[in-house]
């Protein structure tokens, strides 16, 4: 707990104690304590009503939900059958091996492409502003924009990037249409919408490192990659942590991408993520209890990775 | 002065190190402007190409004929007009509520410091740690059936309003920004009468500037950027966003004119970034390190 401080708020007796010896001040002192209670509260308020009705309330209601069945507007305890219909779904397998496989290709490319893309900008004198503007524009297209294009581009006829392995004479890709490469072109586009953001936030970490400590590798005869091993990775392992942390968190909810470039499910259900799988249940098949079991599932999972980051903001901020 | 990086400036001085720099310089920033504005270029030009031209393999790289009658067919067919005034509307409100109602809790929070104040905090960061994904149904359930008022909000503005105040993490940058506001300064306000209202109006929001720049932006893009709730709790097409409803017309209209309408609702939220980039940029890294 914080320790006590001196501000004229604080200073206030807590109300009943002291009453004894002068009850006349400590009186004056709780009516402005309970005053100064009231308005703060009434700052509180609106947002506090918005958090029960929107946040704190569908929290526990998951949880409700989870072991409920709703059939023909009644509804009754479902004990644990939520949960079985869930893992004995085929599909429920299949999303979580999808929504894995898209976690890992994020973590290649949306992970470690940021990082690279933002150690070369960073090394740049000239047009840096450029560039940067440049990977944060698609961050700020609405995604129906940025996905229907994408899927132009991705047509296997008059897409233009058949076109360009045309050019290079590579073959021609099925891209979105074939399961083996669906998920790929899914991570493609999702990787080119999001990079901007983390690119951002590595260039600012990268230009928080004193200059000092690449002249001392230098001294010690340390070429470029070993600077990057010693210094760099070191002294941005903190953020580095923290977004790899982020992108784990943010990917396994990826919903949006896939929906909207393969209507969910993609090729013989190579795209169906677990968060569509909930989707589905919950709004095709009126079937929240299941939902909410699948999203507790997935809580679980992500409670760990959530725990983590806390515990790592925590201890960078020094408070 | 320059921050020292990676290469050394001694390196770069020399003849090769010069010669190297410039060629890799000249490199990324070619593939950069083809990666990411090469495919803007094909969205704006798709829209100016005829049905047949736009589908045509191989494609081409400047439209045989122009026609920008696409873009004004584009806005009619896909009501456009509609489209984007709902999302501005929907946008706007959002940034009213969470201006208001996150400003006053930031403050309540960090100035006024009521009983149970801690805790409250607490219980709101909470949320940030729970995927948001997961409330999606309990969420989309309470809105059918507001507890307590017993209101049905599908189809209504404040189905977007009163869940985008839900913001922890704009509580808690707002938060962190008010406790760097000295004390005293409000003391003084406070011995010169000033009610907490008074003093959040005229001494703490003209200093908040900066943050509320930042968290205005954020709320706006949010809005503009959201997919899966305005599609869930706006099922009414003339109440719909343009991410929702390009998506749900998308199906229906050639090709041509598709494209042409995401040009079109492309457009607002590029003109905010490219006059706030500044703003936008250094928010993102201010806020971006803590979450």
Request: with cysteine; aromatic share 12%; net charge positive.
């Amino acid at each position: 707990m914080s320790a006590p401080t001196l501000s004229p708020h604080k200073a206030a007796p807590p109300p009943g104690r002291g009453a004894g010896s002068r009850p006349n001040a400590s009186r004056e002192a709780f009516v402005r304590d309970l005053r100064r209670n009231l308005s703060a509260h009434g700052f509180l308020i609106g947002a506090v009503l918005c958090f029960s009705f929107f946040s704190w309330y569908p929290m526990v209601r998951e949880f409700i939900l989870a072991f409920q069945k709703t059939e023909g507007g009644e509804t009754t305890w479902a004990g644990w059958s939520n949960l079985t219909t869930v893992l004995n779904d085929p599909a429920f397998w299949q999303a979580w091996r999808n929504t894995l496989l898209f976690t890992g290709l994020a973590l290649v490319l949306g992970f470690a492409v940021p990082f690279v893309v933002a150690l070369v900008l960073n090394e740049f004198r000239h047009a840096q502003g450029y560039l940067r503007l440049l990977v944060y524009l698609p961050v700020m297209l609405p995604p129906v924009a940025s996905v229907l294009l994408f899927k132009y581009l991705y047509d296997p006829g008059y897409g233009l990037f058949n076109r360009v392995l045309e050019l290079l004479h590579l073959p021609q890709q099925q891209w979105l249409q074939d399961p083996d490469t669906s998920m790929l072109s899914v991570v493609i586009a999702a990787t080119w919408m999001n990079m901007g953001g983390a690119t951002l936030i590595y260039l600012a970490a990268l230009q928080g490192i004193p200059g000092e400590l690449y002249e001392a590798a230098e001294l010690d005869g340390a070429g470029v990659l070993r600077k990057i091993w010693y210094v760099t990775i070191p002294q941005t392992r903190l953020i580095l942590s923290l977004m790899l942390l982020m992108q784990i968190i943010a990917t396994m909810q990826v919903f949006t991408e896939p929906f909207l470039l393969t209507n969910g499910a993609g090729p013989e259900g190579s795209t169906t993520t677990v968060v569509y799988l909930i989707y589905q249940y919950a709004f095709n098949f009126n079937n929240y209890g299941s939902a909410a079991a699948l999203g507790l599932i997935l809580l679980v999972l992500l409670a760990g990775f959530s725990a983590a980051y806390v515990r790592l903001s925590r201890g960078g901020e020094d408070e | 002065m320059t921050t020292r990086t990676l290469i050394s400036p001694a390196q770069l001085a020399r003849p090769r190190g010069k010669f190297l720099y410039w060629v890799v310089f000249v490199l990324v920033v070619g593939l950069f402007t083809l990666v990411f504005l090469g495919p803007l270029y094909w969205m704006v030009s798709g829209g100016l190409k005829t049905t047949q031209e736009v589908v045509q393999s191989p494609p081409t790289f400047l439209p045989k004929t122009v026609h920008p009658e696409n873009y004004s067919r584009a806005w009619d067919v896909m009501d456009l007009s509609r489209l984007l005034f709902n999302t501005l509307y929907y946008a706007f409100g959002a940034l009213a509520f969470q201006l208001i109602l996150d400003v006053a809790a930031a403050y309540s929070l960090s100035k006024l410091r009521p009983v149970f104040g801690k805790a409250i905090l607490a219980m709101m960061l909470v949320t940030l740690m729970i995927p948001a994904t997961v409330l999606v149904v309990p969420q989309y359930l309470t809105v059918l059936d507001v507890p307590i008022v017993e209101r049905n909000l599908l189809n209504s503005p404040w189905a977007i309003w009163l869940p985008s105040v839900t913001n922890a993490f704009n509580i808690f940058l707002l938060k962190r920004f008010f406790d760097s506001i000295p004390r005293e300064l409000l003391d003084a306000a406070s011995i010169d009468g000033a009610s907490p209202l008074r003093t959040l109006r005229s001494v703490v929001l003209p200093i908040s500037r900066p943050i509320l720049g930042v968290v205005s932006i954020f709320a706006i893009v949010g809005v503009w950027k959201d997919f899966l709730w305005p599609m869930l709790t706006l099922p009414d097409p003339s109440k719909q966003t343009l991410n929702v409803g390009i998506y749900s017309l998308s199906n229906g209209v050639p090709e041509n004119v598709l494209i042409a309408a995401l040009t079109i609702a492309s457009v607002p939220t590029l003109l905010i970034f490219l006059v706030f980039q500044r703003n936008i940029m250094s928010g993102l890294t201010a806020g971006g390190l803590k979450g």
